[in-house]
């Protein structure tokens, strides 16, 4: 069983919805990264998702695109990332670390380290999961079959728009959870409707085995304990990155992980 499972069937169990932040791995400054998960883990999360830094970002609203321009600056990609993952991984063997990011990161560093070296490379550092924005279903059942050989869960996203055919693609090689992108635009935008949620939920559980994380649009205690109700697990990024983007370093890992066991005692309450 990945670590993935292994999060959520704990956490069901108990009776309890996952908590998955997002950070720019990199952001606000270089080294900063493995020190963030270890204080959002001990502020609650279950699962973080790490965001590798990418000059097109066609899915993220303009927090997280200032975000990932601020790390490019300072020199981080994959390789960095990876890097971050390991160090994570010297202090926790247990939280699970989903990378999200977008195609071109991937397929650069196959060419640049070999056929195979992004799966290879990743497992070895104590990564557990992949989201890759702009890869569909249809167009890389090789990918997750690499994946699912070296223990890794390949996570997809699915929207409002999301027809029941591509729910059925996308059930059928998605693995550790799936991602519904609630509103219809890029992260941090719009408003939250949490009766159209509820109401999509059941939809995807129709196809979808797997468990259902909500995103996009996710920032403050009453937005996510609304999602849990309905959800498995409760994913914010734009939230995260304001309240640390300005913040000198001493203050990061404190910020968010104040703001993240506010959101904890929500969910749990």
């Given at each position: 069983m990945s670590r993935i499972a292994a999060t959520f069937a704990r956490l069901q169990a108990d009776k309890r919805k996952a908590?998955?932040?997002?950070?720019?791995?990199?952001?606000?400054?270089?080294?900063?990264?493995?020190?963030?998960?270890?204080?959002?883990?001990?502020?609650?999360?279950?699962?973080?998702?790490?965001?590798?830094?990418?000059?097109?970002?066609m899915a993220d609203g303009p927090v997280i695109?200032?975000?990932?321009?601020?790390?490019?600056?300072?020199?981080?990609?994959?390789?960095?990332?990876?890097?971050?993952?390991?160090?994570?991984?010297?202090?926790d063997g247990r939280t699970p670390v989903v990378l999200m990011g977008y195609a071109n990161p991937v397929e650069?560093?196959?060419?640049?380290?070999?056929?195979?070296?992004?799966?290879?490379?990743?497992?070895?550092a104590g990564v557990d999961g992949v989201l890759v924005v702009d890869y569909p279903p249809e167009e890389c059942e090789a990918f997750a079959a690499d994946l699912r050989a070296a223990g890794l869960d390949l996570i997809f996203l699915l929207a409002p728009t999301?027809?029941?055919q591509r729910m059925q693609q996308v059930a059928r090689i998605a693995s550790g959870y799936v991602y519904y992108v609630s509103l219809k635009?890029?992260?941090?935008?719009?408003?939250?409707?949490?009766?159209?949620?509820?109401?999509?939920?059941?939809?995807?559980?129709?196809?979808?085995?797997?468990?259902?994380?909500?995103?996009f649009g996710i920032r403050?205690?009453?937005s996510a304990r609304a999602v849990g109700r309905v959800a498995d697990?409760?994913?914010i990024g734009t939230r995260i990155i304001q309240l640390i983007e300005a913040q000198p370093r001493e203050r990061v890992?404190?910020?968010?992980?104040?703001?993240?066991?506010?959101?904890?005692?929500a969910l749990d309450n």
């Open positions: 908590l998955i932040p997002y950070v720019t791995a990199g952001f606000p400054f270089a080294d900063i990264t493995p020190a963030l998960m270890h204080g959002m883990v001990e502020a609650g999360a279950d699962v973080i998702e790490l965001g590798v830094p990418f000059s097109d970002p695109q200032k975000a990932g321009e601020r790390a490019l600056a300072l020199g981080i990609g994959l390789a960095q990332v990876l890097a971050m993952v390991r160090t994570f991984r010297e202090r650069r560093y196959d060419l640049t380290g070999g056929k195979g070296a992004f799966v290879r490379d990743a497992a070895a999301s027809t029941p635009g890029v992260t941090g935008a719009g408003h939250l409707d949490t009766a159209a949620v509820e109401q999509a939920l059941p939809r995807i559980r129709e196809h979808v085995k797997v468990p259902v994380g909500v995103g403050d205690a009453d697990a409760v994913v890992v404190p910020e968010a992980a104040a703001f993240l066991r506010g959101i904890r005692q």
